[in-house]
């Protein structure tokens, strides 16, 4: 019942920015950690950032100073700010979330539908 919608994604120039926003939705539920993962041609899915509820942050060795994670609890909206872009970023970026009912149960992981970041000149 959790749903992610992302956007922001696009084409960029090496050393450029991007933002991708994602805002989950679903009455009833809990909206716990939330993040962000990647996946290149030929690649598996690898986290890129996390962050949680009370905004403890995580990110890849390969972001660390360049990209940037924030949320906002009262939208259920996570951001990814993305500076200084290398081709190597080049991916579908998935928004993700960690949630569970109100009131109690199995907390399940719920997914955006991808929105793709190509660093090209």
């Known amino acids: 019942q959790v749903q992610l919608v992302e956007s922001g994604g696009g084409l960029v120039q090496p050393g450029g920015s991007l933002r991708l926003s994602c805002a989950a939705s679903?009455?009833?539920?809990?909206?716990?950690?939330m993040g962000w993962y990647r996946q290149a041609p030929g690649k598996q899915r690898e986290l890129v950032a996390s962050?949680?509820?009370?905004?403890?942050?995580n990110y890849a060795d390969s972001v660390k100073g360049r990209f940037t994670i924030s949320r906002d609890n009262a939208k259920n909206t996570v951001y990814l700010q993305m500076n200084s872009l290398n081709p190597e970023d080049t991916a579908v970026y998935y928004c993700?979330?960690?949630?569970?009912?109100?009131?109690?149960?199995?907390?399940?992981?719920?997914w955006g539908q991808g929105t793709q970041v190509t660093v090209s000149s």
């Open positions: 679903g009455s009833g539920f809990s909206i716990n950690n």
């Open positions: 962050i949680s509820r009370g905004g403890s942050t």
């Open positions: 993700n979330t960690k949630a569970v009912r109100v009131g109690g149960g199995i907390e399940s992981n719920y």
